[in-house]
């Protein structure tokens, strides 16, 4: 391979190295540092929350999984819920209302079997009572929700706050879940 100019006095370029297109030729061969699975990883990694998602989205997605909770196993549904808890698992929420320190998933699973919101683990049905765009960072909805056990039927309050900055920017995540009634009036499942 050379390299020659069109000038009137030619100049030519002539590789002194034996081996000067085949090192071009092998940096073309960019190695693949991707597994053979990647795209099947990507695929499978855990639910929840996505930056394409809307305020309205989230509240339904995190819904549908708690309707279909066991699926693929036990309690997944709650752990879809606990990826989209926007609280510090380092200090005392308001998640459920009350304080409660709910840094560790289990603490946060047990409140779900409580009383009053277990109706939203493999509910039946539920329907949105209302909307509100309170801020342009800050959701509410309503939601009814008609459990899976006879004359089980609730009401609940989700608060979707969108983060601004950090590593979640842009992200909604919940709040709180707050029972319409007095969520805690028997001990805690705690």
Known sequence: MSFCSSSPTPFCYKPTHPNFTSRFRASSDVPDFLSANWL??????????????????????????????????????????????????????TYFGPFFDLGQFERFRRIFHHSKYRVLLGHRERRILSSLQVEENLYKQRVWILGA??????????????????????????????????????????
Not at 164 to 183: F, N, R
Request: proline content about 5%; glycine content about 10%.
């Open 40 to 93: 099947e990883s990507r695929r499978k990694r855990p639910f929840g929350p996505r930056l394409s998602f809307s305020a309205e989205e989230a509240v339904g997605h995190q819904l549908d999984a708690l309707m279909f909770n066991d699926q693929p196993r036990q309690d997944y549904g709650i752990e879809v819920m606990y990826r989209f808890a926007g609280f510090d698992p380092f200090e005392r929420s």
């Open 149 to 190: 056990r006879p004359e089980e039927e609730e009401t609940f309050q989700f608060t979707m706050v969108q983060r601004i900055g950090g590593c979640w920017d842009g992200y909604w995540l919940t709040e709180s879940v707050l029972h319409d009634g007095d969520g805690f009036t028997g001990a805690v499942a705690y």
